[in-house]
């Protein structure tokens, strides 16, 4: 239970990594975030994000906290650390290799 | 600093739970919040908005266990968790726990404490800088090589070979100028007793004399003042010394001002210019010298060593020094051995007119120094190892009782268990809070063992080095210790705790839940209680073997107690004193010892005082060589005879028979004609059909006696073939001498009496080594009374918690089997058949036990053959003794509980179900 429904393993965390890179963001917000900029294609069962965004924390990859929303609201936003940058560039490029790979597999046409 | 961050987070959420948990639980209310409001923005109702954000977020019991398990401390936590519920067990019921802990803490205390003794002798290295550099020096030969007349150090004939410890001062300097394998190059010698006198109070100390760059060469820094250098190490230069720590803090009580004091060391004008760090002990573990001198001072301090020669520096037929280095980085121990050997060979054949014969080359040898030397590791690592290998046994046996023990109380537990396997808790789970309630026992065990060992560790000390001075070794606990401390009970907890926790929680569910508590025992299928036998059966067998090495131990110490030593060792004080050490030499050194022979004859209560080179048992010996007139030698035998300069009055001060002739008397002077008494076994040997007494001993002495035999150093030796020499005729080779005084009464009595009669003769003259012949005696039996001692004290430990381990299964296994004896009995059975029905399972499981223990004691038993005496290990008095006493014990101890089953009374056993 919990894992995002047709999202390849592992890959849930390169996502958060992404999603945060670019500014501190609270836990819905990334899944907001995920789901919009996909169109609406990943879908992202809501809980299942936090055992991640805590596992990130405990690696040093992503740092939390406190702070106010626009709305006002007391909330736990999430940033990029140094480490966590190199370690997303990391995954990039692995992603890249693997969905490459995985393209060249199923574009293949037989002759 | 990420670590730190990390750190940080993980303190924080194993430690300040309850703060991340509310956290998190905000954080969640947080995301709710702000679903519902989107929901609602987009037209919800508020009901319907509140229930599709909490649809979309998932089970929030679920996330907070994900996110407990993300944050990676739950391992800690449910350790934390089963600690506590071990301690609560325990609280609980604390018998159990208490004897598993204390009899841990006895083997494991025992355990540490040897290991601390192997540890300082055989493990640690050098506290000196780089010790892995260090290097030790030695030669060996086929055959001893002639050009060395004597030799001071170590040597070692095995495997048709000797090696031996020691140069000459000339290769010394050789090997020290020329080499380039080595960026240091040092000597030293041991001076074992030194007449030290600090402000004017004369007491015997230990010292070494060591090479100018000694110091520097193993790097080690003085703690006060400073260390030698070359410029000390000369023939002219100021004598010096640099103290021990030791040595100033029993002698100035780590007085400051200690350096430049000025103090005589055998009579020689010394002074103290540094003192060594606390933990540097030169470099022989367990030997401690008190004073470093310079080698150059050898003439002044050890002036006997040159015996006829006019120095030792010149000498290149005297080996006295022993020789370590540093190698330069890179080189290899090989190419330092071959470099070295070739300046050796140059050093030894200058100036020779003929090369030695090839079996008599000695050759380099190097070796690893970075432990030191090694004198003490081959003495003591045998009997250190046998003490270990009995306490392990025994920690054994005490593991198989608490596991067993556990097992009992996890068969009373199993309902319990069986619960929490129905409630879905894992066996995996289930086993690992048995394993730490176990373990937890072992740590409370090995916590308590290691202030045992701690306490416990001077009286080992003093044990293994016998009657001797303690040796000095450094035996604080350090992280070594305590990891070994740690390792041993972490194991025990595993190895005691792992049979119970998996057959624990191997339980079939429906049973288990339908009985209730009290007869569950009744329905455990057989292999469970199989395994409790099979582990008593191997104590029984861990316990023969023990007790076996007890009986060969006692044995042997009887044999040796038994042995007639050839002379009276009873009302006998003896006492050392060594003119030399105060200035005294060849006719005043002579006259010196006949003073306070004669004086301490006048003491009342004393009949008789003579005085030797070699107190008797005493360990020491000489030997010479030998030319008999007429005696036809054998082929490659060397003529050699063990030798004891001994003054007037000794055979009949000793009690060692005369058989012909007469024995040393007072006109045996410098002047008179040169004499010497024999023994038996020189007679023998030497003069098989003749009679010797009148015979000459080389060209100009003449033999006047044959005396018994009687031990020489050792009481486990035959009386060598032996030479009595008065020592007046030989005042060149004598330093100290050993007195001895027959008493009439108690020898000790006259120690005061002693003391002020050699003051009245010299009153800065030291008496050393005072004690009387049963206590020299003795101390020469101390590791074989203590192999006695302590093997028969573990074998009966072995014994006891055998006999308890057997009584605790037999009698589980008539409570579980009570209603079965009931039918039985109701059936017609008699009190004895169901006593033998009992029995019969304890005498299978001695039995199973005797036989996997035989043969194992026999194949054990050789590892100590050589320190029996009079006794071949598989000693067939010895392990049927050992056979007899565990079968009685044993079958006693199984024989209780078979007597409460033929007692049951069949109608309350019925009832029981």
């Known amino acids: ?111 | 600093m990420r670590w730190l961050d990390k750190l940080l987070l993980r303190w924080r959420s194993l430690f300040r739970r309850h703060d991340v948990e509310h956290e998190l639980d905000a954080e969640l209310r947080f995301h709710l919040q702000q679903q519902i409001e989107e929901n609602l923005a987009a037209g919800m109702s508020a009901e319907e908005a509140r229930y599709a954000a909490r649809r979309t977020l998932g089970g929030v019991a679920q996330i907070q266990e994900q996110c407990r398990d993300a944050r990676a401390v739950a391992v800690i936590e449910t350790l934390m968790q089963d600690v506590r519920y071990g301690f609560r067990m325990m609280r609980r019921s604390p018998t159990l726990p208490g004897v598993a802990v204390l009899s841990l803490s006895l083997g494991i205390g025992a355990n540490t404490a040897i290991f601390t003794l192997i540890d300082a002798v055989l493990i640690k290295m050098l506290p000196v800088k780089s010790p892995e550099q260090l290097v030790v020096i030695t030669w060996g030969a086929k055959d001893w090589p002639k050009i060395v007349e004597s030799h001071r150090g170590s040597t070692d004939r095995g495997n048709g070979r000797v090696t031996a410890s020691s140069f000459s001062y000339p290769t010394f300097r050789q090997l020290r100028a020329r080499n380039s394998v080595l960026s240091d190059t040092f000597a030293f010698a041991g001076l074992e007793q030194l007449n030290v006198s600090v402000a004017g109070h004369a007491e015997m100390a230990s010292g070494q004399l060591v090479s100018g760059n000694y110091f520097s060469g193993l790097g080690v820094q003085a703690l006060a003042g400073r260390t030698l250098v070359d410029e000390d190490d000369k023939e002219s230069a100021q004598p010096v010394a640099v103290i021990s720590f030791r040595f100033w803090n029993r002698r100035f009580g780590l007085d400051p001002s200690a350096v430049g004091k000025a103090i005589t060391v055998n009579g020689v004008p010394f002074v103290v210019i540094g003192v060594t760090p606390r933990k540097f002990f030169g470099v022989t573990p367990g030997n401690a010298p008190d004073l470093f001198i310079p080698v150059a001072m050898q003439l002044r301090v050890a002036p006997g060593w040159a015996e006829h020669r006019p120095s030792l520096f010149q000498a290149n037929d005297s080996w006295w020094l022993r020789v370590m280095g540093r190698l330069q980085p890179g080189v290899k121990l090989q190419q330092a051995r071959a470099a070295l050997d070739v300046i050796f060979r140059q050093s030894i054949t200058a100036g020779l007119s003929s090369l030695p014969p090839p079996q008599e080359m000695p050759a380099i040898e190097v070796s690893l120094g970075s432990k030191g030397l090694s004198d003490l590791r081959s003495e003591f690592s045998q009997p250190l190892f046998i003490l270990m290998i009995v306490v392990g046994l025994v920690v054994l046996i005490a593991c198989v009782n608490v596991a067993n023990l556990l097992m009992a109380r996890a068969a009373a537990r199993q309902k319990e268990t069986a619960v929490r396997l129905a409630l879905g808790a894992g066996r995996l789970r289930l086993v690992r809070q048995l394993l730490t309630e176990s373990v937890l026992l072992a740590m409370m065990g090995g916590a308590l063992g290691m202030v045992l060992a701690t306490s416990g560790e001077s009286l080992l000390l003093s044990l293994v080095s016998g009657g001797e001075t303690p040796l000095a070794l450094d035996l604080r606990p350090d992280v070594r210790i305590l990891g070994f401390c740690l390792v041993c009970s972490l194991l025990t907890g595993i190895l005691f705790g792992l049979a119970p926790a998996l057959r624990g929680t191997r339980v079939d569910l429906t049973p288990a839940l339908k009985v209730t508590a009290g007869i569950l025992g009744a329905h455990d299928d057989r292999s469970k209680r199989g395994l409790g036998k099979l582990l008593v059966a191997s104590q029984v067998a861990m316990c023969l073997v023990l007790l076996t090495g007890a009986s060969l131990f006692v044995r042997s110490l009887q044999k040796l107690n038994a042995i007639d030593a050839g002379f009276n060792r009873y009302n006998l004080l003896l006492f050392s004193i060594d003119g030399t050490a105060s200035g005294y030499r060849s006719i005043r050194l002579g006259t010196l010892y006949q003073d306070i022979q004669a004086r301490l004859q006048g003491i009342p209560g004393v009949r008789s005082v003579s005085l030797s080179q070699h107190r008797l048992i005493g360990g020491s010996a000489s030997t010479a060589g030998v030319e008999v007139p007429g005696y036809k030698r054998r082929p490659n035998e060397q003529m050699s005879s063990w030798m004891n300069w001994v003054g007037s009055g000794f055979f009949e001060t000793m009690g060692i028979p005369i058989l012909i002739g007469r024995g040393i008397s007072a006109r045996d002077s410098e002047t008179a004609p040169k004499v010497v008494v024999i023994n038996e076994a020189f007679a023998r040997h030497y003069f098989a059909n003749e009679v010797p007494v009148g015979k000459r001993l080389g060209d100009n002495t003449q033999i006047v006696g044959i005396v018994k035999n009687a031990k020489f150093n050792r009481l486990q030796h035959e009386a060598p073939p032996t030479v009595y020499v008065p020592y007046l005729q030989n005042l060149e080779s004598i330093e100290g001498m050993n007195f001895e005084a027959r008493t009439v009464g108690n020898p000790t009595a006259i120690v005061r009496d002693v003391r002020s009669a050699v003051a009245a003769v010299d009153r800065n003259l030291p008496l050393f080594d005072v004690k009387t012949q049963v206590q020299q005696i003795d101390e020469s039996l101390v590791q074989e009374r203590l192999f006695a001692r302590l093997s028969t004290l573990f074998g009966m430990l072995a014994l006891l918690l055998a006999s308890i381990g057997l009584y605790g299964v037999m009698s589980y296994a008539v409570v579980r089997r009570t209603s079965e004896i009931g039918i039985r009995m109701a059936l017609g059975a008699e009190c004895g058949e169901v006593l033998w029905l009992v029995l019969r399972e304890t005498m299978l499981v001695v039995t199973i036990g005797l036989g996997i223990g035989l043969p194992a004691a026999v194949a054990s038993t050789r590892l100590i053959r050589n320190r029996l005496f009079g006794l071949e290990p598989a000693d067939p008095l010895a392990i049927s003794g050992a056979t007899l006493v565990l079968i009685v014990v044993t079958v006693l101890a199984g024989y209780l509980p078979a007597r409460r089953a033929s007692r049951v009374d069949p109608m309350i056993a019925l009832r029981y179900e």
């Open chain 1, 1 to 111: 239970m919990g894992k995002p429904s047709g999202l390849v393993q592992g890959t849930l965390d390169l996502l958060i990594l992404k999603t945060i890179s670019l500014e501190p963001k609270h836990g819905w917000a990334i899944v907001q975030r995920i789901q919009q900029v996909s169109a609406e294609v990943l879908q992202v069962q809501q809980g299942s994000l936090y055992p991640p965004l805590h596992r990130l924390e405990q690696q040093g990859w992503i740092k939390a906290h406190w702070s106010e929303t626009e709305g006002g609201r007391k909330a736990k936003f999430y940033s990029l650390t140094r480490a966590g940058r190199t370690q997303m560039e990391k995954e990039l490029a692995n992603w890249d290799r693997l969905s490459t790979a995985i393209n060249t597999v199923v574009q293949t046409n037989e002759a």
